[in-house]
């Protein structure tokens, strides 16, 4: 295995989740939770969370045996590694939040199905050791959970005027976004929205507008 | 136990002999035995020996009744035939509650392979077959082993193993038995292991206590709702990528907007009910 390489500073590994790279909308990894869990602020909070704590876990874990492990099997090893979090994270969210562990269940279980931790444990952990790998999964599942947060506060806020359920409107000004169909609408507009910052800034457009990875 | 079934909305056909008194006989839908649907009339049938119920509240032939009456040292199941189920299933999670429009599963890769027709079918036929497969080694696996032992808790673990085994052994079976399918659909199988909707196909199994026959339903029904929704979106994106669209929209945002809509169409099939 390659020596660790010297990382880049904090403040780097931090916003490039945040902005650069976000995960939702900039590199469009694990859509499937930023359309479905999205209709209120507080199921994103608890999504967002939960995959910010595994990210971070197993980008630590998996720079602690990248020594250990054979090149040729990473990728199930990763699997494994990250499975086994995502399994203790939905036990310990199924016993304290059970309200809303009722509804976004399914989602955290399939965490482990998520691009965007097997591609950090690939692309950085594998090259870092563990501090640095704390600190851009970190970034990384602070900009998952702005885009969940993001996203949920503009649909709950349109689709039923209430933000965290505290109603701030006195009327629903477009329900159409609560609907299974506003996610799609509303995660759509928010990547055209980053993309006209972009221009703005001055950037050239990312080819394809984002990309999409598998 | 004797054969009973539901002939009409209002109307269960029962074999064996029934009290002529109404009151006397007990029918509960078995998912909430504690409510009695009432009985309005016991009437002989055509055949000897059959009784015609009549009951007030509409009935659904694709629910589990029990049926009960007093003095009568029977009881009474009925329950929907096998076909009937595993094709309620199979439209339920086909179109009802697709997996795409209205789970939102499987984006990556939906976002990823519906650039054209070819590359959509492709994906759709490769998925549906594997998916299958995979659905019905976890749903054994899981009844056999994991809940008989108590093991609920390596489900996570377990299934996302079956996955990967699943999708290695194939291509390597398939690049042995069958090189020139495997050139055209190896690239798929590797994509599926990415795909969620083949992980929450068995985890909603597990959830739901699935019977053989609906996870069969489930699994193959999640399959053709991805192709299905797959292909849809490859005709659409195929006359988009020849339409002008404005700059900041150009590739993903618009191809969300498009899903959107689909979505919106897909909300009609909530009507849909299989008889």
Known sequence: MSANRPPPPISTMLMRGLFEENPIFRLALSLCPAVAVTTSVKNGLMLGCAVLVVQVLSSMSGSLVKHVINPKIRIPVFTLIIAIWVSAMDMILAAYFADIYQQVGLYVKLIVAFA?????????????????????????????????????????????????????????????????????????????????????????????????HG | ?????????????????????????????????????????????????????????????????????????????????????????????????????????????????????????????????????????????????????????????????????????????????????????????????TNCIILAVPLLNATNGATFLQAFGLALGAGLGFAIALFLMSCAIEKVNMAPVPAIFRGLPIAFIIAGLFALSFLGFSGLKVA
């Open chain 2, 1 to 193: 136990m004797a054969d009973a079934k539901v002939v009409s909305p209002h109307e269960i056909l029962v074999d064996g002999a029934l009290p002529a008194d109404a009151t006397a006989i007990r029918l509960v839908r078995s998912a909430d035995a504690d409510i009695p649907l009432a009985v309005v009339s016991v009437k002989p049938a055509a055949q000897a020996n059959s009784f015609v119920l009549t009951t007030a509240e509409t009935l659904n032939k694709q629910d589990h009744y029990q049926l009960t009456a007093k003095g009568v040292d029977q009881a009474w199941e009925i329950a929907p035939s096998p076909l009937t189920m595993v094709i309620s299933v199979i439209i339920g999670s086909a179109l009802i509650n697709n997996f795409v429009f209205t789970r939102y599963l499987g984006l990556c890769v939906f976002f990823g392979v519906s650039r054209n027709k070819d590359t959509a079918i492709g994906m759709g036929v490769t998925f549906t077959i594997v998916g299958l497969l995979s659905g019905m080694i976890a749903w054994a696996l899981n009844t056999i082993a994991l809940e008989p032992l108590k093991l609920e808790f390596m489900q996570i673990i377990a299934f996302i193993g079956i996955v990967a085994c699943l999708v290695q052994a194939t291509d390597l079976i398939l690049k042995k038995v069958n090189p020139i399918l495997h050139k055209k659909f190896g690239i798929y199988l590797v994509l599926i292991t």
């Open chain 1, 116 to 212: 965007i931790i097997i591609s950090r444990m690939e692309l950085f952990s594998m090259k870092h050791s563990v501090v640095p790998s704390f600190w851009d999964g970190l970034g990384m599942g602070l900009g998952f959970l702005v885009g969940l947060v993001l996203a949920g506060a503009f649909r709950e806020l349109l689709g039923n005027g209430s933000i965290f359920g505290i109603a701030v409107l006195p009327f629903k000004p477009l329900l159409l976004v609560v609907l299974p169909a506003g996610g799609f609408f509303t995660i759509g507009l928010i990547m055209a929205l980053f993309n006209w910052v972009d221009v703005k800034r001055g950037h050239k457009l990312p080819s394809g507008g984002g990309g999409a």
